[in-house]
């Protein structure tokens, strides 16, 4: 074949097969596995959800359970790397110590046979938050935490070592949701990362390497922490209107909003939308929630732009009391799962995955020796 035409950052082009996950069909509809984000949103919990793409099949009750305690089972960190998390500066981005937690890990326990790629996602999966909330709390309290907790969900794992507390229900089971949604996307940028990676027959973990460094920028998961530092510099719905159709005037791009895919709507908006307005009651907030809505009524009148599942996680996640600089290390810890799914059915089915590339450089010219160049 002989691609004639370049497509600006790949879009429309269908660069593989996948049986994991569709996104923007009929413009807004996602789907895992076949079941929707709605109804999966409402009925399953993180880890069904994370089996669901894992292994191609919602577990049974007993299965569920058992996958529970497996990934509850895989939360204590191996002594070797609490050094390397306490050697970190204090002052990296999580999502630094995400990558290079993860790439420790590949040298800790390295994949050394094909037969171990599921271990190796379970154990990503449960390790993720301990090792983060680790590093987090050695530099921010001066504690050296220990990570295993009773909590069967990663949500309420993740709250627990955070705050030191049991987790209330809501908060949770909002944690939860927000993970479901977070779990697989198709071929976004950090899991076609995975892909290319996994392609060129590399380890598990260098592909997974690779998908964390992807997501961090603000274009794809990076965008949560940028739209909470943009909600955060409004005092009012009034100054939040004038200061984005100011930034709209000078081309800025507001984070949050828009997607490659969707056309009309990113379907886990009004999800998580729903979910925050919940948490607004329910803190009292009466600042926060009305300036996101009067950012998303000014884009959608000025740009005909919707907000993705980022803009309105942000809010979710401060009145849940997380700091803004782990809401993209969150995403990693769900993603985490579809990013597997990934990596596996690219080796099922494995070619090496290299496009390539429309020349624009000089033509063909004399090479000049160094002696004789101006
Ligand atoms: C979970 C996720 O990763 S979801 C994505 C998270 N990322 C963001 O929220 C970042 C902000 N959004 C964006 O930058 C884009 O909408 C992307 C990166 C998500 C999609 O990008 P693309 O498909 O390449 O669209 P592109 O950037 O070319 O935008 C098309 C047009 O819409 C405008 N546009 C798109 N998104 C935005 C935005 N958030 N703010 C302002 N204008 C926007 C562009 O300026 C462009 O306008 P133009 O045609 O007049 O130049
Ligand atoms: O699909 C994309 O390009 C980005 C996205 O929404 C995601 O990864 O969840």
């Known amino acids: 074949m002989s691609p004639e035409t370049v497509s600006s950052g790949l879009a429309g082009v269908i660069a593989g ?11 807004k509809r996602l789907t895992y596995r076949g079941y929707s984000i709605e109804m999966l949103a409402e009925q399953a919990s993180f880890e069904e959800v994370a089996y669901l793409l894992i292994y191609g099949q919602l577990p049974s009750s007993a299965q569920l359970r058992e996958y529970r305690e497996q990934l509850q089972s895989l939360r204590r960190l191996p002594e070797e790397l609490k050094p390397v998390l306490e050697a970190l500066p204090g002052n990296s981005h999580p999502m630094d110590v995400m990558r290079t937690g993860c790439s420790a890990l590949g040298c800790l326990e390295p994949e050394i046979d094909l037969e171990q790629q599921g271990d190796i996602a379970n154990r990503l999966l449960a390790l993720l938050p301990s090792l983060l909330l680790y590093w987090y ?5 001066g504690t050296r935490i220990g990570t295993p907790t009773e909590e069967e969900s990663l949500a309420g794992h993740f709250l627990k070592l955070l705050h030191g507390e049991t987790p209330e229900a809501i908060p949770r089971r909002v944690l939860d949701v927000s993970l479901i949604l977070y779990a697989e996307h198709e071929f976004a940028a950090s899991t076609f990362a995975a892909r290319v990676t996994a392609s060129t027959l590399s380890d598990f973990y260098s592909a997974v390497t690779a998908a964390i460094g992807t997501l961090r920028g603000s274009l794809h998961g990076g965008a949560n922490e940028a739209a909470m530092a943009l909600i955060d510099r409004f005092q009012t719905p009034d100054e939040a209107e004038r200061e984005i159709l100011a930034a709209l005037a000078r081309k800025e791009k507001i984070m949050g909003f828009g997607h490659r895919v969707y056309k009309e709507a990113d379907p886990r908006n009004a999800i998580i939308k729903d979910w925050c307005r919940q948490l607004a009651e329910r803190v009292g907030d009466s600042c ?4 996101a809505e009067r950012i998303e009524a000014v884009m959608k009148q000025e740009k005909g732009l919707f907000p993705n599942l980022d803009f309105y996680v942000a809010p979710a996640y401060r009145f849940l009391g997380i700091p803004i600089d782990l809401y993209t290390p969150l995403f990693v810890c769900s993603r985490v799962a579809g990013w ?5 059915e690219q080796r099922a089915d494995n070619r090496l995955i290299r496009p390539t590339a429309e020349y624009i450089g000089p033509e063909p010219r004399d090479f000049v020796p160094i002696g004789q160049r101006g």
Do not use: C
């Open 17 to 27: 097969r996948t049986a994991i996950s569709t996104v923007g069909k009929e413009a």
């Open 340 to 344: 597997a799914a990934h990596i596996m």
């Open 137 to 141: 709390h050695f530099h921010h309290q």
């Open 288 to 291: 926060l929630f009305p300036i």
